[in-house]
């Protein structure tokens, strides 16, 4: 019974900050990635940024020093750290694991209920 729980999102004004976490619990496998995916109304859902469990990132070069990844993988908990929010930032965002079954051979995707970043200009 995996889980993935967001928290943190809300209502900031253009230029203000937001933090949102993640916590994942009921994992047997390992997670070897979280990252925050957000999808706005009528478009795909992208990738904001990646982690993994040996502390790599990735970002999108749309939020690219403006964002910061994070993550406390003894607690299996990720954060994101949003900085100078955009109004183009509006979406909802999904917390996201790639883990792996002991011995198993492929990666299993994983997806919070998401949370909604509204900014206002």
């Known amino acids: 019974q995996e889980q993935l729980v967001e928290s943190g999102g809300g209502l900031v004004q253009a230029g203000g900050s937001l933090r949102l976490s993640c916590v994942a619990s009921?994992?047997?496998?390992?997670?070897?990635?979280m990252a925050w995916y957000r999808q706005a109304p009528g478009k795909h859902r992208d990738l904001v940024a990646a982690?993994?469990?040996?502390?790599?990132?990735y970002y999108a070069d749309s939020v690219q020093g403006r964002f910061t990844i994070s993550r406390d993988n003894a607690k299996n908990t990720v954060y994101l750290q949003m900085n100078s929010l955009e109004p183009e930032d509006t979406a909802v965002y999904y917390c996201?694991?790639?883990?792996?079954?002991?011995?198993?051979?492929?990666?299993?995707?994983?997806w919070g209920q998401g949370t909604q970043v509204t900014v206002s200009s």
């Open positions: 996201h694991a790639r883990a792996r079954e002991p011995g198993g051979l492929i990666s299993y995707d994983y």
């Open positions: 009921g994992f047997i496998g390992s997670i070897n990635r």
């Open positions: 982690v993994t469990s040996g502390g790599s990132t």
